[in-house]
């Protein structure tokens, strides 16, 4: 497709429609700047120019690939229902406690303010009661008073209180031990494009891919991938885990511990996602919302039989140990062959020689903010006396081999 016309276009097009109608018009009157034959040609090329712009303007805003800003917002959501992210607030809990066992009852009302050394500034979001006699901790949810990725802060950085509390006694502290999380900008152009791109794939409810997409329309969340948790024989146990993370959840990791330390996250975007889920999640299976960076993990199995033993039956059984394992790994917690290699033995059928492991041949290690995953259809066994492949029975991933 052309390209469309430029003022330069514009105008050649006119200086050469007057030489073309007036012979007694010289090209160097018309291109000559100030001439009064220059002024008319290039004041009508200005507006055609005006008028094209409007008009390519007005095109690029009909399609997906082309539309930009407000247009976006306003295409994606009159052919899809979805609507651009804002920028998001951090959301997360801390702690008023006392150095003495307070005199009074006092009430902490929703709407305190609270900020970090930084400036940082944390508003409550529930009222809670302080009781005489306690000395706490007494946790409450908090949410910046701002939104935008620099809202974040890490745990331990929430240390004074700006608004007056009424009756609480002088040495009335605050804290956090936990980070705050789920401060984002707004969604930009390429996010909210590639969601409507997946709207129709995604549109059936209960999928994986829905579960994901579903997640990612929660502010400040940036990736999610859903994993099914199997029973003993391979089959989905009705329970899913959703790993979920955002663009900033980097700073939440300690590197001055050893080994370095992942601070648990705020339960509170747990429930913004629980919450997106409620129309999306089948009936009957929990979703396990956990905060972390997915890297996955294939692994090779190699077995023997005992005599009359189910082939098929002990092999699923093995792989399924292995994704069981694998998949209920906590965030930063290191592959330990020892590990699934125990939890083989105690698969019936099989002859355990200590050597069912053939890939990843030892432990692997992962950063704290990392967390490994699995499916059935990246743990492949094969025979450990021919080194052939095992035939799965009816199990959809059917015949697997390394």
Do not use: C, H, W
Not at 160 to 187: C, F, H, M, R, Y
């Amino acid at each position: 497709m052309p390209d469309a016309p430029t003022f330069s276009d514009l105008f050649r097009t006119g200086r050469d429609e007057i030489l073309l109608r007036n012979a007694l018009v010289s090209r160097d009157a018309v291109e000559r700047d100030g001439s009064d034959a220059n002024i008319l040609v290039a004041a009508a090329a200005a507006m055609a120019d005006e008028a094209v712009g409007q008009n390519v303007q007005l095109n690029s805003a009909l399609f997906l690939g082309s539309a930009v800003g407000d247009d976006l917002s306003r295409l994606v959501f009159d052919r899809y229902g979805l609507v651009r992210k804002p920028a998001a607030a951090s959301v997360g809990s801390v702690r008023f406690s006392t150095t003495a066992p307070s005199p009074t009852t006092f009430t902490i009302a929703s709407g305190i303010v609270v900020q970090t050394a930084t400036g940082t500034q944390f508003v409550t979001t529930e009222s809670t009661i302080f009781s005489a006699g306690s000395i706490g901790p007494l946790i409450v949810a908090v949410r910046s008073v701002l939104a935008g990725p620099n809202q974040n802060a890490k745990a331990n950085t929430i240390t004074s209180i700006v608004s007056q509390i009424s009756g609480s006694p002088s040495d009335l502290k605050v804290g956090n031990t936990l980070a705050t999380v789920g401060a984002d900008a707004e969604e930009k152009d390429d996010s909210l494009r590639e969601r409507a791109r997946r709207f129709f794939t995604t549109a059936r409810r209960g999928t994986m891919s829905a579960l994901e997409e579903a997640a990612l329309g929660v502010p400040g969340i940036r990736s999610a991938k859903a994993f099914e948790v199997l029973d003993a024989l391979g089959r989905p146990a009705r329970m899913v885990q959703l790993v979920v993370a955002d663009a900033f959840a980097e700073q939440f990791v300690d590197y001055t511990t050893v080994p370095p330390g992942y601070q648990p996250l705020s339960q509170a975007i747990t429930a913004a996602i629980q919450a997106a889920l409620a129309d999306v999640r089948p009936a009957g299976v929990y979703v396990q919302v956990i905060v972390a960076n997915v890297v996955i993990q294939p692994v090779q199995l190699t077995l023997a039989f005992q005599a009359g033993a189910n082939v098929s039956d002990a092999a699923l059984r093995a792989r399924a140990a292995g994704v069981n394992y694998m998949n209920g790994l906590a965030p930063g917690a290191p592959f330990i062959a020892a590990d699934l290699l125990a939890q083989l033995r105690l698969v019936s059928g099989l002859v355990y020689t200590g050597g069912e492991l053939l890939s990843p041949a030892g432990d692997v290690v992962v950063r704290p903010l990392q967390v490994l995953r699995t499916s059935l259809g990246l743990v492949s066994a094969v025979a450990a006396q021919n080194n052939s492949p095992i035939t799965t029975g009816s199990n959809p991933d059917s015949y697997t081999q390394v």
